[in-house]
């Protein structure tokens, strides 16, 4: 149930009147900025002339003044221009290249290993595992090939940077965190390609500027700071060429080589979550279908005070190009220095909007990435992103479900066993082994929503304790779970790991509470749904 879970870039000139100059700090740790800055500038488009949009000073100005309010996201070091291998063929060769590569560093590792007082050390000293799959030649290997073809490969690695040790190998979960923050970003030639076929010959017309280095690189696509006639700045999603025609392959192809390094426990990847995982990313790389998410969360949290959504610029959103104003702030996950009430704070309002979307929404944003959650210190806020894998939930779903946390919530281990065959999680038919167990996971898992008191998210040892389940629930299991635990327990298990990242101590049992009681009132002049 609970286990879905470049160097420098050379300058050129611009076209139709274009100016293009040279980064500024954009692989490093300072803001984008716009004009000269000590022989390098930001690389941009920009159009000049009287009566054409703002002015070079008007924009560099403008930045200055919002930059020093709020931190912006920055390019990883690590990530540089490559292109997008765009052929079925050439995603291919490169999987097949690093299944080859991957094959020699282990027997490299081996041999290494044979010497008198030899050791699977990597370069830098640290000790990636006994596997010689998980060498740190070979994580580099994994690395440079998965950000390189980027898609829906890209995507899996980064939802498995994001789970605990408890899923997979701690050497693996290390690899995929450095997938995750260092995609690589088109050329200019291709990034020019795909505006081009979006948004016409003359999408220049539709902006003042556009940085022509991303401040964002990710799965699907790479992120480019913008301004329009107004001086509105903007946040352009430049989706890579190729990607949505090779979900499928993608996964398959990266699941196979990853089996090579025994680092993915059997049975993690059933064909109905890959069918699952398939279909989100899919939906992903619909940004017509993520614009119009947006502008749903936008209305759905008009008036939280706590969290934000950007707006969708209308003029810029196609499938494959999506505009929204640009967000400042910091992703959770470099949260950790604040004050303890701070990030108590951050983490409640976390799980309130968790909670909100499945039982009151009943539409969720179901990618836990940090790089989805900017806080913004100077207006204690949350600025949410990246809508393309949100999905609803009807009402004979959620119904069930909140009684599945209910019954752990008040400690009842027979109610959660019933619930969870009404929710059709278990059949009835499984060995006791299995129910002991999937049971045991559910009241885990509902600790913090048992708690009289605030719970200390940072001191427990979930992950230690579901560890121990894993195997009899992977090898045991009758009937794959509900088609919508795939996204909803990704999204769940990510806003528990933040808050344990956190190190949070949160009152969650009035929370649920409080929700509980607010649904079903909320149900009461609804008809409940006919048993099946």
């Not at 609970?2 to 139709?16: I, N, V």
């Not at 119904?399 to 959660?416: F, L």
Request: aromatic share 8%; net charge neutral; glycine share 8%.
């Amino acid at each position: 149930m609970w286990l879905e879970l470049g160097g420098l870039l050379r300058g050129t000139c611009g076209q139709l009147g274009w100016n293009v100059g040279l980064p500024c700090g954009a692989l490093g740790p300072r803001p984008h900025w716009w004009g000269p800055c000590g022989g390098f500038g930001a690389r941009k488009f920009h159009q000049d002339g009287p009566g054409r949009g703002l002015g070079e000073e008007d924009i560099r100005r403008a930045r200055e003044a919002r930059a020093r309010k709020t931190p912006r996201p920055q390019l990883s070091d690590r990530s540089r221009e490559r292109r997008v291998p765009v052929s079925r063929i050439s995603r291919l060769a490169s999987f097949g290249g690093l299944a080859v590569g991957l094959g020699l560093g282990a027997l490299a590792e081996v041999a290494k290993k044979s010497l008198p007082g030899g050791h699977l050390q990597s370069e830098s000293g640290s000790h990636l595992g006994s596997s010689p799959f998980l060498s740190e030649a070979n994580a580099e290997r994994i690395v440079q090939t998965l950000c390189t073809v980027r898609g829906a490969a890209l995507k899996v690695g980064q939802m498995l940077s994001i789970q605990d040790n408890s899923l997979i190998s701690p050497q693996l979960q290390r690899i995929f965190e450095r997938v995750r923050q260092s995609a690589d970003f088109m050329p200019r030639w291709q990034m020019l390609k795909v505006l081009e076929e979006e948004l016409g010959k003359d999408w220049r017309a539709k902006l003042a500027s556009l940085e022509e280095v991303p401040f964002a690189a990710a799965s699907i696509g790479q992120v480019h700071q913008g301004v329009l006639k107004d001086g509105t700045e903007v946040a352009v999603k430049i989706q890579y060429p190729g990607v949505a025609q090779s979900i499928h392959s993608d996964v398959q192809n990266l699941l196979a080589v990853l089996k090579m390094s025994t680092a993915l426990p059997e049975g993690l990847f059933a064909e109905q979550s890959l069918q699952a995982l398939q279909q989100e990313l899919a939906w992903e790389c619909d940004y017509r279908r993520e614009a119009a998410c947006a502008e749903n969360f936008r209305q759905l949290l008009a008036d939280d005070p706590f969290f934000r959504v950007p707006a969708v610029i209308n003029e810029l959103c196609t499938t494959r190009v999506l505009g929204m104003e640009l967000a400042g702030g910091v992703p959770l996950d470099q949260c950790q220095g604040l004050s303890q009430d701070v990030r108590n704070q951050i983490c409640f309002q976390l799980l309130r909007l968790c909670l909100r979307e499945l039982f009151e929404f009943r539409f969720m944003q179901t990618d836990p990435n940090w790089a989805n959650f900017l806080y913004d210190a100077s207006s204690h806020q949350v600025t949410l992103l990246d809508f393309g894998a949100s999905q609803e939930f009807g009402t004979e779903f959620t119904d069930h479900y909140i009684e599945v946390v209910k019954a752990a919530a008040d400690g009842d281990r027979d109610c959660v066993l019933q619930k969870s065959r009404d929710l059709k999680l278990l059949t009835g038919f499984e060995t006791k082994a299995f129910s002991d167990a999937h049971v045991e996971a559910v009241m885990i898992l509902g600790e913090p929503f048992a708690a009289p008191g605030p719970y200390d998210f940072g001191a427990g040892d979930t992950a230690r304790r579901i560890q121990g389940l894993i195997p009899v629930l992977l090898q045991h299991r009758l009937r794959p779970p509900p088609e919508e635990t795939y996204a909803l327990h990704r999204k769940l298990a990510g806003a528990f790991l933040a808050c344990a990242r956190l190190h949070a101590h949160i009152a969650c049992r009035d929370l649920f509470q409080d929700t509980y009681h607010r649904y079903w009132a909320s149900r009461q002049a609804q008809p409940l749904p006919a048993a099946s």
